[in-house]
């Protein structure tokens, strides 16, 4: 054999494991979001996928596993696009509130809804889903609220407790929207409770003047 091909079979190889484990995450997570990870047995996910029962015990152990997977890379893609839209404001407290907001308006998506809302706290676990929840959302809340003490909109204090109480807030918004009859109307008006809660934390909010 060729002392190239020798060399390159690994990373042929990784790059075919990885492709497997793609494929799994992504056959999950659009069965997930359909029915509901207690609705989807494994043997269907392995089907559409294209791929061996064996790999999905290879690269994930199980379907509780597989579907972690693919609540991180939706909490990760959240973070993402909330971060990008909070980009988009005029100042540090414009775009703390403009993360919040584009995280309810996230809870309008169905997927996002059953997966990340309604499957994740029972199939991973409350301290589990906690930890995964705070991995990726707790730095961002940290950060905006840091960001808006730092240019003098927000009260100094410690910011680690405010952020786990917003954090929490924006959990039970998410609940309320995701289990609500009319979720636009959840939507509306849980956005305007949160826009009030932030402006009252705000130093040039009516309350202060």
């Given amino acids: ?21 793609r494929a799994l995450i992504e056959a999950a997570r659009a069965l997930f979001a359909e029915r509901g990870y207690g609705a989807v047995p494994a043997e269907e996910i392995v089907k559409r996928a294209g791929v061996t029962r ?3 015990y290879h690269h994930f152990g199980g379907k509780e596993e597989l579907f972690g997977a693919v609540f991180e890379v939706v909490e990760a893609e959240l973070t993402q696009a909330i971060a990008s839209q909070a980009m988009t ?25 059953q997966i990340t809302v309604l499957d994740a706290p029972s199939v991973l676990g409350w301290a589990r889903w906690r930890e995964l929840g705070q991995k990726y959302g707790l730095g961002l809340v940290q950060a905006s609220l840091q ?26 918004a998410a609940m ?34």
């Fill in 54 to 56: 064996g790999a999905l």
């Fill in 89 to 113: 404001a005029s100042d540090p407290w414009e775009a703390m509130r403009a993360g919040a907001q584009a995280f309810l308006d996230a809870c309008l998506d169905p997927a996002v809804q």
């Fill in 176 to 209: 309320l929207i995701a289990q609500a009859d009319d979720v636009q109307s959840a939507r509306r008006e849980v956005g305007e409770a949160l826009d009030r809660y932030l402006t009252a934390l705000r130093l040039d909010s009516p309350a202060d003047s």
């Fill in 147 to 172: 960001a808006a003490m730092d240019a003098g909109r927000l009260e100094p204090q410690p910011v680690r407790p405010l952020s786990h109480l917003l954090l929490g807030a924006m959990d039970e």
């Fill in 1 to 21: 054999m060729d002392v190239k091909d020798e060399a390159e079979r690994p990373s042929r190889q990784a790059e075919r494991s990885e492709a497997t484990r």
